[in-house]
C-alpha cells in the first residue's frame, strides 16, 4: 500500500523537528560544517533537560564566534582563548547554572592553553565543548596545533613539516591526566550514529555538573570542508581516514556516574 | 510492521551539503537539480515511497531544516 | 564616629571590597599589590559574605574572569601593578566594549618593561588615554591616602554600575604600602541574585527567564554602520561622564598666582612643598584631579585668569602634564617637575622647582 505523502505529514505523525531552543536564524557556517550539528545537539540537550533558564554558554573567536545567533540562552563572548576564564567566574557566582564553553582548536589548542589547562587544574565544574577541525576555519584555512603531519593549509603550503612546524596537540589526552578533569571523550557527529553518541556524551556532561566533580571535555573531531578543499561529505570520508587515526573516538577518562 | 516515513526541508534554509543524502540508508533523498533562492541544490525525497522516517538526515543536518514524519502500516 | 583602623593601602581595598559587597575578587600577584589577594584570602570572606576569591593563573586569566562575572551582573574586581595591567588591557578593552561595570585596581611601579617594584605614576596614559585597543575609556580614580583607597572602592563600584564601565583606582606603589588610619566603609550585604535579576536582568547573562529575550555580552558587531553607531553611544556615555563625574580637590587655590596640579602621591609631596613655598611668601595653591578621567579641565580653566604659571608633579616623565596644557591652551606657562623609575620628589626639589621654573627670579 502506498500512502500519499499528505496522509503522512500530519502533526500527529511528527517524530524529529527543530528544537525551539534554536533561533530560526540562518546558521553563518559553509554547507556541511561540524558546527550546525553540535550547536543542534547542545539545544536539544538544553530543551530535553530544561535548563534553558539555568544555561549560561560562552563563545569564543574564531568561526564559532557567533553561536549566540544560533541558540536562545544567555551568552558571553570571549577574547581569543579565554573562555574559560570567563566560564570559571560565572559558575564560580553561579554555582547553581549551567556553564559551558564552546571553543575551537585554534581559540582552546592555541591561544587558550593556558586558560584550558588551569581551568581543568583547578577543576572547575563546567562543560567544554571543544570542536577540533585541525584548521583555522574563520580566518580562512591556516595551519593550527591540531593540523595533522604533512596537512597542507594556507600556514603550511607544502604540508604541515613536523621538523619545524611541531606536532599536532592532543588537547584530550594532556588534560586527562589532571585530577581537576572528570570526564573526558573524544566523539564526532558525521553519522547519525556517531551524532547521537556524541548527544549522550554532551548530555553526560551537563549533567555532570551536578554531581560538582570538576570539569568535563567532550572533543568534537569535526570538519573544515572550506578550510580542507573539498565537499562536505568528501571531508566526513577524509576527517574517518584522517583525522581519527590521529585523534581516536572514545572515552579518555569518566568519572561521572 | 513496517513504517513509512516523510520529511519536510526548509527549502530556502537548506545549503545543499549532502550529508543527508549521504546518510540516508534507503536511498530516499537526493539533492534537487534546481537551486533555492541562495543558489543551493536542496536536498527532497528523490524517492519518497522508500522513506521509513527514521531521522537519520535531520539528525546528521549541520541547518536542522529537515522535519520528519512517520506512520505505521 | 566610627573607630579607626591602622593599615596599608592595599590591606583597606581588600577590607574595602568585602565590606561594600563585592561578589568576586580575580587575581595575580605582583608586587608591590600582593597584599590585597593575601589579605582576601587571609580574612575568608567566602565564609561570612560568600565573596569568590579566587587567585587565577595569569593577569590575563583574572581580567577575563572579571569579563565573566561582570557579565553575570556582580560586583566583580581585580588588581595588579603595571606589567599586569598591560597584560589585562586586551580583556579592559573588551570590557568597555561589552559595557561592563568591574573595579580594577593599579598599584603602579616603575616602568617600562620590568622596571622597578619602585612606585612611580608612569601608567597615566595607559589608565587614562586606553591602553587597549579601540575608543574606550575607564573611570579613572586617583586616591592619595589610606583612607582614599577604602573609599575608592564602593564609589567606583558605584560608578561602574552607574555608568556599565569599568573604573580603575590608579593607585600606586607609596600609597598601596604605606600605613595611615582608616575610618571603615560600613557594611553593605551583597545582591542577592533575585536583586540582580531585578537591577540588572535587563542586560546580565543570569540565565534567559522565559519571560525576556536572551541576554547577549558581546563587543561584536561585524556591522560597520551599526558598529559606528555603537562607538557614538559610547562616547556619548563619555559625555556624560564628563558632565557629571569630575572630582576635584583644591587647596589655597582662590587666590593663587602659581598652581600645582599633581594627584596622587605627588600630591602629597606638592602639598608640603606649597606650604614651604608660603613661608617663603610665593603664593601657590594645590589642584589635585581625583578623577583622572574624567579631568577637571574646567576646574583649571576656572583659576587661569589670576595664575602666572602652572607646574605639573608626576612621578613620571610627564604624562598628566599634557592635558593641563590641553586645558590651559597656551594661556599661561605650564611647567613640569617629575621623578622617574621609581624616584619620589622631595618638597624641596618642588619647591626649587617653583622657584626656578615659575617665579624665576
Not at chain 1, 160 to 181: E, H, Q, Y
Not at chain 1, 208 to 220: D, N, P, R
Not at chain 2, 39 to 53: I, K, L, R
Not at chain 3, 108 to 134: C, E, M, N
Amino acid at each position: 500500500m502506498i500512502m500519499d505523502i499528505k496522509d503522512i505529514i500530519k502533526p500527529e505523525n511528527l517524530v524529529y523537528q527543530k528544537t525551539s531552543v534554536l533561533t530560526d536564524n540562518a546558521m553563518h557556517y559553509c554547507p556541511g560544517c561540524s558546527h550546525g550539528t553540535v550547536h543542534k545537539l547542545i539545544a536539544e540537550i538544553i530543551d530535553e533537560m530544561g535548563i534553558q533558564d539555568k544555561v549560561i554558554g560562552v563563545s569564543p573567536v574564531g568561526c564559532a564566534v557567533l553561536a549566540y545567533n544560533y541558540l536562545e540562552i544567555d551568552w558571553q563572548q570571549a577574547a581569543h582563548g579565554r573562555a574559560p576564564a570567563l566560564a570559571t567566574a560565572t559558575k564560580r557566582l553561579y554555582p547553581n547554572k549551567y556553564v559551558f564553553t564552546y571553543q575551537g582548536d585554534g581559540d582552546l589548542a592555541s591561544i587558550g592553553t593556558a586558560e584550558i589547562i588551569h581551568a581543568c587544574s583547578r577543576g572547575e565544574n563546567i562543560t567544554v565543548i571543544f570542536i577540533n577541525n585541525g584548521i583555522y576555519g574563520m580566518t580562512g584555512g591556516q595551519m593550527a596545533p591540531t593540523t595533522l603531519p604533512g596537512m597542507k593549509t594556507s600556514t603550511s603550503p607544502y604540508g604541515r613539516d613536523t621538523s619545524t612546524m611541531g606536532f599536532p596537540l592532543k588537547i584530550a589526552d594532556m588534560i586527562a591526566m589532571l585530577p581537576g578533569v572528570c570526564y573526558v571523550t573524544r566523539q564526532s557527529v558525521q553519522t547519525p550514529v556517531a551524532a547521537r553518541k556524541a548527544k549522550r556524551a554532551i548530555a553526560k556532561a551537563f549533567r555532570g555538573q551536578e554531581q560538582c566533580k570538576g570539569l568535563s571535555f567532550i572533543e568534537i573531531v569535526s570538519t573544515c570542508n572550506s578550510g580542507w578543499k573539498m565537499t562536505p561529505v568528501d571531508a566526513n570520508k577524509w576527517m574517518e581516514e584522517h583525522m581519527f587515526p590521529e585523534y581516536p573516538l572514545g572515552d579518555i577518562k569518566d568519572y561521572l556516574q | 510492521m513496517a513504517m513509512k516515513g516523510a520529511i519536510v526541508v526548509d527549502i530556502e534554509k537548506c545549503k545543499g551539503c549532502g550529508v543527508c543524502v549521504a546518510n540516508c540508508p534507503t536511498e530516499t533523498l537526493a539533492l534537487h537539480k534546481e537551486v533555492n533562492g541562495k543558489g543551493y541544490n536542496y536536498s527532497y525525497m528523490a524517492n519518497p515511497d522508500t522513506c521509513t522516517g527514521c531521522t537519520n538526515c535531520a539528525v546528521v543536518c549541520p541547518d536542522t531544516v529537515i522535519t520528519v514524519y512517520r506512520v505505521r502500516v | 564616629m566610627a573607630e579607626k583602623i591602622l593599615m596599608k593601602g592595599n590591606e583597606a581595598i581588600a577590607v574595602a571590597a568585602i565590606r561594600c559587597g563585592c561578589d568576586g575578587y580575580f587575581g595575580y600577584p605582583i608586587t608591590p599589590q600582593s597584599e590585597i589577594l593575601e589579605t582576601l584570602t587571609e580574612m575568608r570572606p567566602w565564609d561570612e559574605t560568600g565573596m569568590v576569591v579566587l587567585q587565577a593563573e595569569s593577569e590575563t586569566a583574572s581580567i577575563n574572569m572579571v569579563y565573566g562575572g561582570g557579565a553575570c551582573g556582580k560586583k566583580v574586581m581585580t588588581s595588579s601593578s603595571s606589567p599586569g595591567v598591560s597584560l589585562m588591557c586586551e580583556g579592559i578593552s573588551y570590557i568597555a566594549g561589552a559595557e561592563l561595570p568591574c573595579l580594577l585596581v593599579n598599584v603602579v611601579r616603575g616602568g617600562p618593561g620590568l622596571g622597578t617594584i619602585q612606585p612611580s605614576q608612569s601608567d597615566y596614559f595607559q589608565a587614562v588615554k586606553g591602553g587597549g585597543h579601540g575608543d574606550y575609556k575607564m573611570i579613572v580614580l586617583a586616591p592619595a591616602s589610606v583612607q582614599e583607597m577604602n573609599d575608592f572602592v564602593d564609589m567606583g563600584f558605584e560608578l561602574a554600575f552607574k555608568y556599565r564601565n569599568p573604573v580603575m583606582i590608579l593607585s600606586d606603589g607609596i600609597i598601596g604600602q604605606m600605613m595611615e588610619k582608616v575610618e571603615l566603609s560600613p557594611m553593605k550585604p551583597r545582591w542577592t541574585d533575585e536583586e540582580i535579576k531585578k537591577l540588572h536582568g535587563s542586560w546580565a547573562t543570569t540565565g534567559k527567564d522565559a519571560d525576556r529575550n536572551y541576554n547577549l555580552i558581546t563587543s561584536l558587531d561585524l556591522d560597520a554602520a551599526r558598529q559606528e553607531k555603537f562607538n557614538q553611544k559610547l562616547q556619548a556615555k563619555y559625555r556624560e561622564i564628563e558632565k557629571n563625574e569630575v572630582r576635584v580637590e583644591q587647596t589655597l587655590c582662590d587666590d593663587a598666582e602659581y598652581l600645582i596640579v599633581a594627584y596622587g602621591s605627588s600630591a602629597r609631596v606638592s602639598q608640603k612643598a606649597m606650604e614651604l613655598a608660603h613661608e617663603e611668601g610665593i603664593k601657590v595653591g594645590l589642584l589635585r584631579p581625583i578623577t583622572l578621567y574624567p579631568y577637571p579641565t574646567a576646574q583649571i580653566q576656572a583659576l587661569l585668569p589670576h595664575l602666572k604659571g602652572i607646574l605639573t608633579v608626576e612621578m613620571s616623565a610627564g604624562q598628566m602634564i599634557e592635558d593641563v596644557r590641553l586645558a590651559v591652551e597656551g594661556k599661561v606657562p605650564v611647567e613640569f617637575y617629575g621623578r622617574a623609575g621609581g624616584m619620589i620628589p622631595s618638597p624641596e626639589e618642588v619647591l626649587e622647582a617653583i622657584k626656578t621654573k615659575l617665579v624665576k627670579k
